[in-house]
């Protein structure tokens, strides 16, 4: 059966630092995959999206950039955070094909 | 392009009355349509979803939606409200390439004892 892990689970960051949110699939090859932002009363927003390795979309220019060093590992990266990163992000992988995601249980991003 | 709105950013329910969350959409193509449920601080759920065939789809825990095209709209309602149904629900939309989820802009269901 096919997983998906997303971690941390939380994290206090301070204004300037770095960012790495990594997520990995597992179970199956050559996923859809996606990272999503869900900031108070928004709803989620669709940041980056990668159809294979090498391969990125960005949705929202902004402080972030997103990686796929391998088939089923995706990563979300920033180099100096910002106040107005905090938030929660959400992993989530789709087949090819197919018509419905999965989601990780999520990073709640808190930038101080 | 494709687009979602929700039209109650809050709804609250009494325990055991009928729950009704609304959804209209947005499409260039012929969507297909989700609803996800978010427990706080965790990831989403799928609840159910519409992918062209029956236009009633039956999800899990006793919630269904109607997909009318004629009013673009696709509400998950539920008939008596449980406790465990308090969370924020997510009315998404697929189209196009297929690629691509637009997530609306959620509804917090709130259920009173």
């Known amino acids: 059966s096919q997983t998906i892990h997303q971690w941390p689970a939380t994290l206090v960051q301070p204004v300037g630092s770095p960012l790495s949110l990594e997520c990995t699939v597992e179970?199956?090859?050559?996923?859809?995959l996606y990272w999503y932002r869900q900031a108070a009363g928004r709803g989620l927003q669709l940041l980056f999206y990668?159809?294979?390795?090498?391969?990125i979309s960005s949705e929202v220019p902004q402080n972030l950039s997103a990686s796929r060093p391998q088939d089923r590992q995706f990563i979300l990266s920033s180099k100096k955070l910002l106040l107005s990163d905090s938030g929660f992000y959400l992993c989530?992988?789709?087949?090819?094909?197919?018509?419905?995601?999965?989601f990780g249980q999520g990073t709640r991003l808190t930038v101080v | 392009a494709q687009s979602v709105t929700q039209l109650d950013s809050h709804v609250s329910v009494s325990e055991g009355t009928p729950v009704l969350l609304r959804c209209n959409y947005s499409?260039?193509?012929?969507?297909?349509l989700f609803w996800y449920v978010q427990h706080p601080n965790k990831g989403l759920q799928l609840l159910l979803k519409?992918?062209?065939?029956?236009?009633l789809v039956k999800g899990i825990n006793g919630f269904e939606a109607e997909f009318k095209k004629s009013e673009t709209s696709f509400h998950l309602t539920k008939p008596s409200a449980h406790m465990s149904d308090a969370a924020e629900y997510f009315c998404?939309?697929?189209?196009?390439?297929?690629?691509?989820?637009?997530f609306g802009s959620g509804t917090q269901l709130t259920v009173l004892p």
């Open positions: 179970g199956t090859s050559n996923p859809n």
């Open positions: 998404v939309v697929m189209s196009g390439s297929a690629r691509q989820l637009t």
């Open positions: 989530a992988w789709k087949k090819g094909g197919g018509t419905e995601a999965f």
């Open positions: 499409s260039s193509y012929s969507p297909s």
């Open positions: 990668s159809v294979g390795i090498g391969q």
């Open positions: 519409y992918t062209s065939a029956a236009t």
